[in-house]
């Protein structure tokens, strides 16, 4: 056997050996998806969410006013708002780094998601405000995942292509 022989088959070797590893990350990327919203799932009906998601829904507007007027004097009495923005920051962050498919969020938890932002989004813009001259920068990006996340569920569930999987065809022989 020659070298040029011996070189050709180590070659093909290496090279079947990145296919294989490349195939490998795919499927590992694929599962790391799965287990991301498994994960999602589980901590988005945990019990702790949803009473944090009740404590906020019963809240009127009064009442989250003066939440945001008492951060004003720097007292902070409650922080379940604070506590609900950082789990759908969390969760935004994902989905924008690609590791949860905003598909995760066609159900119960989208709908749930925007309810949310809808009411809190006043204390996020206020926390941005007060906190933007910090140093870290923390301030500037304060619930920036959970805006970015709101906005790309409300657009994907306004689409309605979804939902199709989810109709029942209507009877219509009467």
Not at 49 to 61: G, T, V
Not at 69 to 78: A, V
Not at 161 to 172: A, S, V, Y
Request: proline share 1%.
């Amino acid at each position: 056997m020659s070298i040029n022989e011996i070189l050709t088959i180590v070659t093909l070797i290496a090279a079947l050996g990145a296919v294989t590893s490349a195939i490998i990350a795919v499927m590992n990327r694929k599962n790391n998806k799965i287990d991301m919203i498994r994960m999602y799932i589980n901590e988005v009906d945990s019990k702790t969410q949803r009473d944090l998601r009740a404590k906020i829904r019963s809240l009127s507007e009064n009442e989250i006013k003066d939440i945001i007027s008492n951060l004003k004097e720097n007292i902070y009495r409650d922080e379940s708002i604070a506590e609900l923005v950082c789990f759908y920051d969390k969760w935004g962050h994902m989905v924008g780094q690609k590791l949860l498919p905003i598909q995760a969020f066609e159900s119960y938890g989208g709908i749930s998601m925007i309810e949310m932002y809808e009411i809190v989004k006043d204390y996020i813009l206020y926390r941005r405000v007060q906190t933007q001259n910090r140093h870290d920068g923390w301030g500037k990006s304060y619930g920036y995942y959970f805006e970015k996340l709101y906005n790309e569920v409300k657009a994907h569930l306004a689409k309605e292509e979804w939902r199709k999987c989810f109709q029942i065809e209507e009877d219509t022989s009467v």
